[in-house]
């Protein structure tokens, strides 16, 4: 029976460059697990201090803010924190650095301007009025440290420096935390503002530490001769800008839609929903930002390697997920009992619920869609991301129609759904890239997983809606776990020293 059931759990290619990429995967992972859940457990303590002192108005505020920026962050920073990474990850060269640096100081003055300039503009278009235009104005300074920091970890992800990338990550939350709290009782909504500031520059001087100690800083924003040599590189950031600038609209949107809706208070339950998505997101992701894409942009002249990869990485992820998805949708009620005020956030719940669904189908469409970014491949990179920002607000717009605060958070899921299409069908008639059959059936399984732990959660009794859910959480897990037991030498090693401990004892 067992020997039957295998074929649906474990991959059966067991070559030797198959585990190690799997080992690979996983080590990195586990690397920045850990320390994401640190900062995670941060973020949480944050959170909850954030929802007592602003409330839900206080987080709609803060959401239209940084959405706001956003477009100023992402229309100037001409991609810099992505474009650069393969350059510098095939060089690792000190010009190369060099370029980096200079453009992304560039650019920190261009959006300091650009933003200071706009803040009338942005304070009508995200609140109806000008009463947000200093706090706008203020917020330029947040831009230009943001530019920085992208320059910086740019040169820290082309260098494969994760441990220092994962540590800065830890820093800047503790430090955050620790300095923002105080001035958010002091100030409440009035210091949202200066809290973001704060956060961009914390951000900044912590990644600056860590990626100062790899190359000296050195940096000639204004040297006409230094910038030339980056034009290839801005070249591909210009078409990462405009879909940039897109996917910021289309966020702006979103929050200006459900903040037309149901005022702030309800653009803040959506913030608060999706950015406990976001939580579990950044934690799983950040090893593919960090690790796996300067890795596939070192391979894009042998495409047999790539389709490797990337199914290797799909792969890993959608086992890495599954799971941990699951565990979300069913502790997502404690969750918002212990880390927010349960009465104001209630709605949370059932928003992230759903939209942690787009998490499984995120896993699953990053590695592959990051082929495109690695090519450097404009206009279809272009094509692919507005068609993604389009269907997001046809999404949103639709989901709260029919279904009101839940619907958003299906519309999300949907969302990433449709996007995880798009980006098979781009990849297959331009890469001919094929998902083999065996990858194809254990995302469909654990899809199913998801999917019963989802229904069950919503529409079951309090009784079968907790149990069921628990043991389909558990069937997911062993089926991650035999999958990386077959297909790493690491997890077998594991079992092989907890074995031996037990025996011993």
């Known amino acids: 029976m067992y020997r039957y059931f295998r074929y649906f759990i474990v991959d059966r290619d067991k070559s030797i460059e198959q585990h190690q990429l799997y080992d690979r995967i996983l080590k990195y992972t ?27 108005a206080g987080y709609g505020i803060t959401e239209n803010l940084n959405r706001s920026i956003d477009i100023v962050k992402n229309s100037t920073n001409l991609g810099i924190p992505f474009v650069s990474v393969p350059e510098i990850s095939r060089t690792s060269s000190e010009e190369t650095v060099l370029v980096t640096r200079s453009w992304a100081l560039l650019t ?14 942005l304070s009508r278009s995200s609140f109806g009025d000008n009463s947000y235009v200093r706090h706008l104005a203020a917020l330029s300074l947040a831009v230009s440290a943001s530019a920085v920091t992208g320059g910086e970890m740019a040169v820290l992800r082309g260098m494969g420096q994760l441990r220092s990338i994962a540590m800065s990550q830890f820093l800047s939350s503790l430090m955050t935390l620790a300095m923002t709290v105080p001035l958010l009782w002091w100030l409440r909504l009035d210091g949202i503002a200066p809290a973001l500031v704060l956060t961009a520059f914390v951000t900044c001087a912590v990644t600056c530490f860590f990626s100062f100690r790899v190359f000296r800083y050195s940096a000639r924003p204004f040297s006409v001769q230094i910038l030339r040599k980056g034009l290839g590189m801005i070249g591909f950031g210009v078409f990462f800008t405009i879909a940039a600038f897109l996917g910021s609209w289309a966020w702006l949107a979103v929050a200006g839609y459900l903040t037309r809706q149901g005022g702030t208070e309800l653009t803040g339950t959506y913030s608060v929903g999706y950015m406990l998505v976001t939580y579990l997101t950044s934690m799983l992701l950040s090893v593919t930002d960090s690790e796996y894409f300067p890795r596939l942009s ?48 209630y709605a949370a719940i059932s928003l992230s619920q759903l939209a942690v669904i787009g998490l499984f189908f995120k896993s699953v469409s990053q590695p592959i869609a990051y082929v495109t970014l690695a090519k450097s491949d404009t206009k279809i990179y272009l094509l692919q991301e507005t068609l993604c920002y389009l269907l997001l607000v046809i999404c949103v717009i639709t989901g709260y129609s029919l279904f009101g ?4 958070g299906l519309a999300l899921a949907v969302w990433e759904l449709a996007y995880l299409f798009v980006v098979l069908i781009v990849a297959r008639y331009r890469y001919s890239f094929v998902m083999p059959a065996d990858v194809v059936r254990q995302i469909l399984i654990q899809a199913l997983l998801v999917g019963g732990v989802v229904t069950l959660t919503r529409f079951a009794g309090l009784w079968t809606g907790t149990v069921c859910p628990t043991v389909l959480f558990a069937l997911s897990l062993w089926y991650s776990v035999s999958f990386f037991r077959h297909n790493t030498t690491m997890v077998p090693g594991l079992f092989s020293k907890i074995t031996a401990r037990f025996r011993r004892g």
């Open 30 to 56: 586990s690397v920045f697990g850990g320390i994401q859940g640190l900062s995670i457990l941060i973020t949480f303590i944050m959170t909850k201090v954030k929802s007592v002192l602003i409330g839900a």
């Open 108 to 121: 920190a003055f261009i959006g300091l301007i650009l933003c200071a300039a706009l803040s009338g503009v």
């Open 298 to 345: 070192s391979e894009t002249d042998n495409m047999e390697r790539v389709h490797v990869l990337v199914n290797s990485q799909v792969r890993a992820m959608s086992m890495l997920s599954a799971p941990l998805v699951i565990a979300f949708i069913i502790a997502m009620p404690l969750v918002v009992f212990v880390v927010l005020e349960y009465e104001k956030f």
């Open 405 to 408: 605060t839940p619907g958003v």
